[in-house]
């Protein structure tokens, strides 16, 4: 819901609200779904708690019956009083505990984030030049990357040279490591090697000095409400005004003017 309302001006100039209606109505069924299988399910557990201090209370009436003269009558009154209390109490702390465990959930989030392992500074200790980088070449070193919880790295060996102005793509299939030299070039992972830029080893750089010196463009389409005129900020600080039709004539979009967005 919050990605499709923050989408609804691309949405409505597509003309795509059919087929997100469906989508959403496809998410409603599995959600509707699954509350029923829960609730079901909790009418099941305590019909089978149910039986089972009915078992308790059959167990303890026969102990009484079988034994009679061991147990005197006021106490074997109070006995099967218990008893029959035991059933709600049963249920109830059952209930509780599941509820327990799934409100933890949270917590346990938490817990799991707390212990992941923090980054880099973000301002080093060497500070690289205020023009750094004039001519963009990057050069790659022996880089190796392994994520977590895997035994085989996803880079391996990698060694390359992208010169200032190059355009270089990447083909493979998913999984072979296209994200990861990325990732490797923001240090959002670290890797072994060396990666450079313009000769300065993005390691000995801090995080702030090194992102803000690069910029990424996402796999996610966008547009701005205001499309005709927005204010913006750029990777160094500077605030652009006046952006119009005309860029978005270059990738095609131009026909959507007339259409609208919002």
Known sequence: ??????????????GTQNMFMNQYYRYQNDH??????????????????????????LCVALFL?????GVPGGSAGLALSMALGVTGMTQWGVRQSAEVENQMTSVERIVEYSRLESEAPLEGLRKPPPEWP????????GVYM????????TLIDLNCVIRGG????IVGRTGAGKSSVVAALFRMRECEGQVL??????KSVGLHDLRRKMSIIPQEPMAFLIPTQFRGPVPNGIYVYG????LFSGINLSGSQTSGFG
């Open 243 to 246: 952006v119009n039709w005309s």
């Open 134 to 141: 004039t001519e963009g070449c990057i050069e790659l070193r």
């Open 65 to 69: 019956m079988l034994f009679p003269e």
């Open 166 to 169: 190059e355009r270089v793509g």
């Open 32 to 57: 509707t779904s699954t509350y029923f299988m829960c609730f079901n399910s909790s009418r099941a557990l305590g019909i089978v708690m149910d039986y089972l201090c009915l078992l308790y209370i």
């Open 1 to 14: 819901m919050s990605t499709t309302l923050s989408g609804l001006a691309t949405i409505r100039a597509f």
């Open 146 to 153: 392994t994520y977590e919880n895997s035994l085989k790295p």
């Open 197 to 202: 830029i313009d000769g300065v080893d993005t």
